[in-house]
């Protein structure tokens, strides 16, 4: 058996995502174009994952926390893109680890290492991170159609069954 079929011969069949978009400007005008959230319904569908929702919310540190508090342990895995930067407003990560029980920093490293081979030190204004809060398991990947393909199909997507796994205590 290889290594990738002992780590996900115990890993569930349905994976249920939650994407959540922060975006001040796309929560106040819901016509405005969302390319990466859009974007990331198709890939994870596309990899054959259950999105539950997807849900545009501005980057508020309150709101970041009632999506957190409403949907941990219902779905397995909450999705926060935007929101990663240096600007003042820019809070997702703060929240996401204040509130991890478990912070998975291997996730930030790597996306921040393949986003620095492919457009240099920009990489390092990004806070990526990831973590688990109760049964669930929380990424929070900068708002940029880029890093969303970067963050799934090169990150998420290939391990996160094997992760959901671990969390359940199945693994």
Not at 63 to 77: A, P, R
Not at 148 to 169: D, F, Q, S, T, Y
């Amino acid at each position: 058996m290889s290594s990738r079929e002992e780590h996900t011969r115990y890993a569930p069949k349905e994976i249920r995502f939650l994407v959540v978009i922060v975006s001040t400007s796309r929560s106040r005008n819901k016509r405005k174009a969302d390319i990466s959230g859009e974007l990331a319904l198709s890939l994870l569908k596309e990899e054959g994952f259950k999105v539950v929702n997807k849900v545009i919310i501005p980057d508020d540190p309150h709101k970041i926390d009632e999506v957190i508090t409403k949907y941990v342990n219902k779905v397995d895995v909450i999705l926060f893109s935007g929101g990663t930067g240096i600007s003042p407003t820019d809070t997702t990560p703060d929240v996401i680890l204040r509130r991890a029980e478990k912070v998975i920093p291997g996730f930030g490293e790597l996306f921040r290492y393949i986003t620095y081979k492919k457009l240099g030190t920009v990489a390092m204004t990004t806070r990526a991170c990831a973590g688990v809060i109760g049964k669930t398991i929380v990424f929070s990947i900068p708002g940029s159609p880029h890093a969303v393909e970067l963050a799934i199909r090169k990150l998420i997507a290939p391990e996160i069954r094997h992760m959901v796994a671990h969390v359940r205590g199945l693994a």
